[in-house]
């Protein structure tokens, strides 16, 4: 069967799109406005085996998993790691088109993952929604308070953040315009409250659909919204071929920078990929310590501390077990077991 690699340049009212044979000659090239009917129509309507490639973007996700079964495979790779079409000087949608499908055709792309599964996607959003919503309401509640410290008002005795504390902090304001402002974002913190409680709820909806979240809940320190945020961020343990993979996507894998075998600089953790992760595992931490009986993770951070007398490198190693024994129990479908590291 003819192998055939289609470029799509995916925009908001128009797409751009090219179409490369096995030895780089075009087939066929062309613009379709933006909707799933056309979306399809332009990739099946060729004889061969079609394989496309878009850039990850807002509508790359929908694309991915409407094309899924009109095409023999479909790819989306990372723009951050395509110079050859951010940088270029001639940048114009069929250009990148043009440029994906030949990217494609030599195997030349950095590939992001996509659920194929609707309910999985729909359950990253829900959780995405929540973490949004939560930043949103820390963002509120510091600029509460720096509006206080900016009038001079203390607010160590009184809690800022309810109704009581706030309008007896507000009284200390001379200004009345001032007052109205604080008040303003009170009333938005209160509104973001609520409406991180409803995005909770809609989550616990989940669970019984995705079994995995309730064997997260047994793991010490672990709550509903970081077994949430896990699932949601790796989707599948089975997309990371070792740990050291997923440690790397959760940023802690470190980075040893060199030329000619000579070091480059100090190592440092990689601040690429998620920070959404690497907060989960950071907070399982914290709540595992926080807890009463002993546990896998305390014996682990005790132990580094022991070997590496650093606070610090003793939490990164801990956070790097936490991870490893959520993606063995979620790749082996087994349970939490607390003395793994006595056997």
């Not at 931490?285 to 682990?300: E, H, I, P, Q, Y």
């Amino acid at each position: 069967m003819k192998q055939l690699y289609f470029g799509i340049d995916l925009g908001v009212k128009v797409c751009a799109w090219h179409l490369l044979d096995r030895d780089g000659s075009t087939v066929n090239k062309g613009e379709f406005l933006t909707s799933e009917r056309l979306l399809i129509d332009s990739v099946s309507g060729h004889v061969g085996d079609v394989h496309v490639l878009m850039e990850e973007c807002e509508l790359s996700g929908w694309a991915y998993r409407a094309l899924l079964e009109h095409t023999k495979s479909v790819h989306v790779c990372d723009p951050r790691r395509n110079a050859w079409i951010a940088k270029a000087g001639d940048k114009r949608d069929e250009v990148d088109a043009y440029k994906l499908a030949e990217q494609l055709r030599i195997k030349h792309f950095k590939e992001v993952y996509n659920p194929e599964d609707e309910e999985m996607a729909a359950f990253k959003k829900a959780v995405q929604q929540e973490v949004r919503l939560a930043r949103l309401l820390t963002v509120t509640k510091l600029h509460i308070k720096a509006q206080l410290r900016r009038e001079g008002v203390s607010y160590r005795e009184d809690n800022p953040y309810s109704a009581k504390g706030i309008e007896g902090l507000v009284r200390n304001i001379g200004n009345e315009s001032v007052q109205d402002l604080i008040f303003q974002n009170f009333r938005l913190m209160k509104h973001l409250e609520e409406e991180k409680k409803i995005a909770i709820a809609q989550l616990r909806r989940f669970l019984p659909q995705i079994p995995i979240l309730k064997a997260f809940l047994e793991v010490p320190g672990a709550g509903l919204l970081t077994s949430c945020r896990f699932v949601a961020y790796v989707q599948t343990p089975h997309r990371f071929s070792s740990i050291r993979k997923l440690w790397k996507y959760c940023r802690l894998a470190v980075i040893k920078r060199s030329s000619d075998g000579k070091p480059i600089g100090r190592e440092r953790l990689d601040r690429n990929a998620s920070g959404v992760l690497k907060d989960v595992s950071r907070k399982v931490f914290m709540g595992a310590r926080a807890c009463k009986s002993d546990n896998l993770f305390k014996r682990t951070y005790r132990k580094s501390l022991a070997r590496t007398g650093n606070n610090v490198h003793a939490r990164l190693n801990t956070q790097r077990k936490i991870i490893a024994v959520f993606y063995a129990m979620w790749r082996n479908g087994t349970e939490y077991n607390d003395t793994i590291d006595r056997v």
